[in-house]
């Protein structure tokens, strides 16, 4: 018998994996990231999206109006489209703070995916609830102002922490609701400005732009502390 003879498999058998590669790599990722969503309440958040969704189309639907001006036109949408943002935004705490630090440079990609992910869902709910019209400035304004609101409250979860990362959107409503009473058209508060304004739009990409950066890199101001801890 020869060497040769060695190195070859016998007839029908499976062939050795190749060196560096491990069958069980993509499990384990998806499990960790499954693990990650769990842990920050992600399905239950998108039920609570879904739900949005169908109270907006509700509203829609049947004219839940507020008598008044382009301020209490907008309010019941806007609200909805705020507790949207604000819940995106709370997801990104977790009650036994970021345990996948042991993943190592995993982490960044997780709370990048399940923000994006989160607000895509969002985003979907509600324009399907806008399906039954008369959503003031349509599905380009729903983009346009629910990504911005995303964007303040993933900036002040990594400011202040997930758990109050919704007090950012909140704030915005009253500034918003404000501007609008007064006529305000600063491009900041793009709710106040044309669906196809482009300054309106290009401070709401900005400001998501920002927040997903922040919370990507940073993460929610919980991890941060731990982070020095741990060090």
């Given amino acids: 018998m020869s060497t040769a003879s060695l190195d070859r498999s016998a007839p029908g058998s499976a062939p050795p994996p190749a060196a560096g590669i491990r069958p069980e790599r993509g499990a384990a990722e998806w499990r960790l990231a499954r693990l990650y969503l769990a842990s920050r309440r992600a399905p239950m958040a998108l039920a609570l999206l879904a739900g949005l969704g169908a109270l907006l189309w509700a509203s829609l639907h049947w004219h839940w109006n507020i008598g008044g001006g382009p301020a209490a036109r907008q309010f019941i949408p806007l609200t909805i489209q705020t507790g949207a943002a604000a819940m995106i935004a709370v997801t990104t705490y977790g009650p036994f703070g970021e345990a996948e630090r042991a993943a190592g440079r995993w982490l960044p990609w997780l709370r990048l995916g399940a923000a994006v992910a989160l ?53 915005y409503l009253l500034i918003t609701e404000g501007a609008l009473a007064h006529r305000s058209v600063t491009p900041w508060v793009w709710p106040t400005r044309p669906p196809h304004d482009r300054g309106g739009a290009i401070c709401a990409c900005l400001v998501i732009a920002a927040g997903l950066m922040l919370i990507t890199v940073r993460g929610p101001l919980e991890s941060s502390r731990e982070s020095s801890h741990a060090s």
């Fill in 119 to 171: 607000t895509a869902a969002a985003f979907g709910a509600l324009a399907a609830g806008a399906a039954a019209g008369g959503l003031p400035g349509g599905t380009l304004a729903l983009l346009r102002n629910l990504g911005g609101l995303a964007g303040i409250g993933l900036l002040f979860a990594a400011i202040l922490g997930g758990a109050f990362g919704w007090t950012g959107p909140m704030a």
